[in-house]
């Protein structure tokens, strides 16, 4: 009997030490403050602008995006925009945060799309070269902050 525990135990004590211990992964995160849109707090992510586009339409550059994905999902807009659009973004935070991720990307499809707003969430930080010029002006990109 003791044989056989000495057995189990240097098995067990073997497998450990050839079992690498797992390492979670970091997730990228930026320094920051959240705000407040339209009465909507985004805790924990901050505004990521597009240097390059101020004031203009912009989006994520798609071949970044499709190799960031880490999961989207679609919002309603409630009336009036402004504040439903607000509204969007405030629920995408927990979505993405859900997801694990470091960053989100919101977009307004229109009233005549029944997605109302498309939530993105990206394993990365968006930074000023990840956009491109885009035809949808109602957009909000938010990179996670360190905690």
């Given at each position: 009997m003791k044989t056989f525990d000495i057995i189990i135990a240097a098995t067990l004590a073997m497998s450990a030490a050839?079992?690498?211990?797992?390492?979670?992964?970091?997730?990228?995160?930026?320094?920051g403050s959240p705000?407040?849109?339209?009465?909507?707090?985004?805790n924990g992510y901050s505004h990521a602008t597009p240097t390059q586009f101020?004031?203009?339409?912009?989006?994520?550059?798609?071949e970044w995006a499709g190799s960031h994905v880490l999961g989207t999902y679609t919002y309603d807009v409630?009336?009036?925009?402004?504040?439903?659009?607000?509204?969007?973004?405030?629920?995408c935070q927990?979505?993405?945060?859900?997801f694990g991720g470091s960053s989100f990307f919101v977009k307004y499809a229109g009233a005549n799309n029944n997605e109302g707003s498309l939530?993105?969430?990206?394993d990365d930080l968006m930074n000023p070269d990840t956009f491109v010029a885009d035809k949808q002006a109602m957009v909000g990109a938010w990179n996670s902050i360190c905690k």
């Open positions: 050839a079992t690498p211990a797992l390492v979670p992964k970091e997730t990228p995160c930026t320094t705000l407040t849109t339209a009465g909507y707090p985004i101020a004031g203009q339409a912009y989006k994520p550059d798609s409630p009336l009036p925009l402004e504040t439903g659009f607000a509204y969007a973004q405030f629920k927990f979505k993405c945060n859900s939530c993105t969430c990206y």
